[in-house]
Each structure stands twice: as structure tokens, then as C-alpha cells.
């Protein structure tokens, strides 16, 4: 019986918690509050340059247990450091996506998804001096999702870190003033609809035009540009095959890393079970086709996925004398000149673990944006003529 009596007494303790946890779910929602709205990034820290998906969640008081994605969502953020995704008024190249929940009810035409400049203003400043940002979003049905117990998701977005961003600390947050029409369509128990206050009675739930959306903004820190991988010489071997040389022939790439950017960022570099600020391979990627080299296609080729006309050569061997030197690291390409109808085109790169565990792939600077081009003819006469 003294058994039986403990395990009761664990399940009333189970219990006891279990209602703890259900009253903070709802605690969560400040008590004069319908509908608490809120925006997450997808990381904590970014570089300049680096896109930013923002996800937006909401939840209800048990006044209106359900919520919709559809209405207007307009963000205030600071222009010197973040800017839209892109410029087209098409939400579909912001890359907008409707949580799962809301994607059966999301009418996917170009009438239903918009970026609004004209609407929100966009280029002027508002009053803590940031810029503007609106979507507006249409639902092609009346589908709402319960969140009372929980916040849901309804939909996300991308911004972009600027390219010239200084270090530190960003909040991309709600514009409150925006929220006084056409926001956010919630229900009621009697699942009748209920948006800002412009177009709502709240009073008849016992709630205050003022109080009746709750937001909860999002704070990213930008840090330094990133690491730096740069060219520090190339090589061409050929075979000589009698009074010219073999179909066959390397290339050898040697690349850099400065000590300064080592100590900043690769701070637990050999630790074979670091899950940030660790490299895991470095090397070139070589490209032989007609059309350009393409970096994203190339990132794609260093992370396992083939193309066409692009070949890269990977080692984990980096080469550095000292704790005050430079690292090196070298990479080797077997090419044949018969499958080259032009010059070789290459990038060196450095695949890593950021700060944040997240994968990057950087190449050699934008002074090298079309990749670094080997003349074949030229090295070939030059060995033949050595």
C-alpha cells in the first residue's frame, strides 16, 4: 500500500505540474491581450551580406482561439544595416513561405501576395528614425488554426544583412501604428472575425483598443565582414609528349588565410568535434564551361552536388609555420585540355562552421568575382619554352 500511495502522490505531482506548464502557456499572453504577435530570425549573429529568414507566430487569449495569417505585417528597421530581400512588389521573391497550416488555404497568384511600398511608405523614415517594410497577405479561404494553448506559425520571410552593415546589435520590429486596420485576422468563440481596432469592438470582450495586440520583436547582432581566403600562387604541370606536351595536365593552387582572421574566426580549428568556428575542408573549384563561373553552383559543387563543366578538389591540410604566421593550403585538379574548349576558371575556398554552428562556403574576394582564369596556350609555350 505504501507503494501504491507513492505512485499516487507522483501522479498528483505530475499533474500539479502538468497544470503549471498548461497556466504558463497562457501566462505567456499578457492578461488585456487578444492576440500576441511575434518575429524570429533564423540565427543570432550574421555577417554582412548574409540573409535573414524571419518567422512570424501568433497566439490567442481564450477570447478568440483562432488565428489567420492574413493582413498586414509592416517591420521598422534600420536601412543601414538591413534591407528588403529584393525590391519586386512579388512576395514570392521575398521568399515567402506559408507555414504548413495556412499553405492549404493560401491562394499562390500574384493578386493574393504582395510587397506594398505605396501602402507603407516605404523610403521614408518613421519616427526612431529607421525605415518601413510591409506584406500584406490575402488567404483564399476562411481557415484559421487554434492557438490558445500555443503560438503557431503563419508564414515566413527574408531580409538581407547590407553588404556595408557595421558591427552590432539590429531589432527588426512591429511597427505599432500600423496595427489599427486589415491586421492580423483572429476570431472569436462565435467565430466572428475580428482585425485591428479600427474594425473591431474589443470593449465587448472586455479588452482595450490599445492593449489588444501584443508584439514581440526580434534583435540580431551583426559581427565583422567574416574570414578572408585569398590566391598566393598557381601552378600549371604539364607531360611533355614529344615536341608538345600531354592531353593531361594540373593544376595547383595555392591559397591564403591571414593570422588575423585565423585567431578571429577559426578559433577551434582541428578540433575534430568542434560544431563552430571549425573548418572542414578547404581547396579550389575549377571551372571549364563557356558561360561564367557561378558562385552559388560552385558552393553547390563543394557540398556534394555535381555540375556540369565545374570539378573541385577539397583537402582537410592546412600549412601554418607558427601561432604568428599566415595559413597556407594547396589543391591539385587533374584536367584534360581536350574537355577545356577555353581557359580554366577558379575559386579557392574554405567551407567552415560559423560562430553560430551555421555552414559557410566563402571564395577568393570580389576582385575576383568571374574567378581567377588560366591561360592554357600561355602556359603551355611558357613550359615548352623553359
Known amino acids: 500500500m505504501r507503494n501504491v500511495k507513492k505512485a499516487l ?4 505531482i505530475l499533474a500539479m505540474l502538468l497544470n503549471v506548464v498548461a497556466l504558463a502557456a497562457y501566462a505567456a499572453i499578457p492578461s488585456d491581450t487578444v492576440c500576441e504577435v511575434t518575429v524570429e530570425a533564423d540565427k543570432a549573429t550574421y555577417a554582412p551580406g548574409d540573409e535573414i529568414t524571419l518567422t512570424i507566430y501568433g497566439q490567442t487569449s481564450s477570447s478568440c482561439p483562432g488565428i489567420e495569417m492574413a493582413g498586414q505585417y509592416i517591420f521598422g528597421y534600420d536601412s543601414a544595416a538591413i534591407e528588403p530581400y529584393s525590391d519586386s512588389v512579388d512576395l514570392t521573391q521575398h521568399g515567402f513561405t506559408a507555414a504548413p497550416a495556412h499553405a492549404a488555404a493560401f491562394d499562390n ?4 501576395i504582395a510587397l506594398h511600398h505605396e501602402l507603407i511608405g516605404m523610403g521614408t523614415t518613421v519616427s526612431n528614425g529607421d525605415m518601413m517594410i510591409g506584406y500584406f497577405i490575402a488567404e483564399d479561404s476562411a481557415t484559421y488554426v487554434p492557438a490558445v494553448a500555443e503560438r503557431v506559425q503563419l508564414f515566413s520571410v527574408k531580409m538581407r544583412v547590407s553588404a556595408t552593415a557595421a558591427p552590432g546589435d539590429y531589432t527588426i520590429a512591429f511597427n505599432r501604428a500600423s496595427w489599427d486596420d486589415g491586421n492580423c485576422y483572429i476570431q472569436d468563440e462565435l467565430a466572428d472575425g475580428l482585425y485591428g481596432a479600427g474594425f473591431c469592438t474589443p470593449a465587448d470582450l472586455g479588452y482595450s483598443e490599445s492593449t489588444m495586440f501584443a508584439f514581440k520583436d526580434v534583435t540580431i547582432h551583426v559581427g565583422a565582414a567574416g574570414p578572408v581566403v585569398d ?3 598557381q601552378q600549371v604541370k604539364f607531360t611533355p609528349d614529344g615536341a608538345g606536351v600531354a592531353d593531361d595536365f594540373k593544376l595547383r593552387v595555392k591559397s591564403v588565410i591571414t593570422d588575423a ?3 578571429a574566426y577559426f578559433a577551434n580549428t582541428g578540433v575534430a568535434s568542434a560544431s563552430t568556428d571549425a573548418i572542414q575542408s578547404v581547396g579550389i573549384v575549377a571551372y571549364k564551361g563557356t558561360t561564367g563561373f557561378d558562385g552559388d553552383v560552385a558552393k553547390g559543387v563543394v557540398n556534394g552536388t555535381p555540375a556540369a563543366n565545374y570539378e573541385a578538389a577539397q583537402t582537410t591540410y592546412i600549412q ?3 601561432d604568428a604566421s599566415d595559413a597556407y ?3 591539385i585538379i587533374n584536367l584534360k585540355h581536350s574537355t577545356c574548349d577555353y581557359d580554366i576558371t577558379y575559386m579557392g575556398f574554405v567551407k567552415y562552421l560559423d560562430d553560430s554552428g551555421a555552414p559557410q562556403v566563402i571564395f577568393y574576394p570580389a576582385s575576383y568575382v568571374a574567378g581567377v582564369s588560366t591561360n592554357y ?8 619554352g623553359a
Open 320 to 322: 601554418k609555420a607558427d
Open 261 to 263: 582572421d585565423w585567431d
Open 231 to 233: 590566391k598566393a600562387a
Open 329 to 331: 593550403f594547396g589543391a
Open 9 to 12: 502522490g507522483i501522479v498528483m
Open 377 to 384: 596556350d600561355m602556359a603551355k609555350n611558357a613550359f615548352l
Open 109 to 112: 497568384s500574384m493578386s493574393q
